[in-house]
């Protein structure tokens, strides 16, 4: 029997607040169902989604922003550009939490710079990839992430090798890394609700098949493919620091992670030898499964206590933002010092 009492989370919003505008994307587009997951995680975790500020580039992908979350704030930056702009929101409100959604287009063709920089600053952000191998918006030419050898729809055969955007944020210092497949529900939750517990820059590659311009045969990115070729690392759970649940495990087969805030990770590994905390064997992993043709999946690496970007910088803890200006403005009196020091 109902009792009519309403469904809310632990911060008592209904599920209802969570989600955003009526999808414009492809029925079946990958991108929808990793939205999906978005709402669903911050839902879960109690986030308030007017602390929330969403970021993306241009394409499919960083559509999708405006179908999650509606009453968060918002920027839809130049095509491959979200980096600077996440960069400048953190700065000026440190109080965000930032999440931001780019393609594999936006990061690996003409976004690559910014992408460089920011895995190698800890930023306090989640940027995800949608990677479908393809630009999806501009009709399916092959992207920076499309394998070696795989074709279009056309025949046309990608002679080019992929960049592997996983295996390039662990070079580059990124302190969480993940793959994922927008037709794991499970697994991409469990990494999204970790992600909203890490501290700094959150680098989620979710595997997301175009169906319109990238689900034929011969391609490596299309649903059949990644199904077929998910190698998942580990089985992942995980418990948010105001849940208090225990979790029995046998000693060996899985590892414990905790994350900054007091969350716990249960990793029960599918490999024995797998230490997602140890970079080279996150890199040399990465480069062993694709050799394979496969993908592998799961939390890649981590290391969850390094300083973020805001802390580093020595920022105060007020958001710049809402300084009054005779906060941050320097008075006339220290650019006169400064001016007599030139002389
Ligand atoms: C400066 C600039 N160059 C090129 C374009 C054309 N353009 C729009 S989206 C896109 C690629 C999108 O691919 P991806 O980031 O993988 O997103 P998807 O559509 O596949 O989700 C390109 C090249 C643009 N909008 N702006
Ligand atoms: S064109 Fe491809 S990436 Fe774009 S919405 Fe359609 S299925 Fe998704
Ligand atoms: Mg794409």
């Known amino acids: 029997m109902s009792t009519g009492a ?3 989370n ?4 209904e599920p209802q607040i969570y989600k955003g505008g009526k999808t414009t994307l492809c029925a079946g587009c990958g991108h929808n169902a990793i939205s999906e997951r978005i709402i669903d995680a911050f839902y ?8 929330v500020i969403k970021l993306s580039g ?16 918002g920027f839809n930056a130049v095509h491959g550009r979200m980096p600077s702009v996440g960069t400048g929101a953190m700065l000026a409100n440190g109080k965000l939490i930032a999440i931001g959604i780019s393609g594999d287009g936006d990061t690996g063709a ?4 910014q992408f460089v920089h920011l895995m190698r600053r800890n930023l306090p952000i989640i940027y995800i990839i949608e990677d479908n191998g393809c630009y999806g918006l501009t009709k399916g030419q092959f992207s920076p992430t499309a394998d070696l050898g795989s074709k279009l729809k056309n025949g046309v055969v990608n002679d080019l090798p992929p960049i592997d955007t996983c295996a390039l ?4 210092g990124a302190t969480f890394v993940a793959r994922s497949f927008s037709g794991d529900k499970k697994q991409l939750l469990s990494l999204l609700k970790a992600a909203l517990s890490h501290r700094g820059t959150v680098m989620l590659d979710v595997l997301s098949p175009c169906v319109t311009f990238n689900d034929h045969e011969g391609s490596t990115k299309s649903y059949s493919y990644v199904k077929d070729h998910d190698e998942p690392l580990e089985e992942i759970s995980f418990v948010p620091y105001f849940e208090n649940i225990s979790v029995d495990y046998e ?4 590892q414990e992670v905790k994350m900054h805030d007091g969350s716990k990770l249960f ?5 024995e030898a797998y230490d997602p905390t140890d970079r080279i064997t996150a890199l040399r992993t990465l480069h062993e499964v694709a050799r394979r043709g496969e993908f592998a999946t799961g939390l890649i690496y981590i290391e969850p206590d390094r300083e973020d970007f805001l802390e580093l910088l020595n920022l105060v803890d007020e958001p710049l933002a809402s300084l009054p200006l005779e906060r941050i403005r320097p008075p006339k009196s220290a650019l006169d010092e400064i001016m007599s020091s030139l002389r």
């Open 44 to 51: 879960e975790m109690g986030v308030d989604p007017r602390q």
């Open 58 to 73: 241009i394409g499919c992908s960083s559509k999708s922003p405006a179908y999650f979350l509606g009453g968060s704030h």
């Open 267 to 271: 990793l029960k590994k599918l490999d």
């Open 251 to 254: 000693p060996g087969s899985t």
């Open 6 to 8: 309403t469904k809310v």
């Open 10 to 13: 632990r911060i008592g919003l």
């Open 169 to 172: 944020a662990i070079e580059l």
């Open 110 to 113: 003409i976004g690559i710079g």
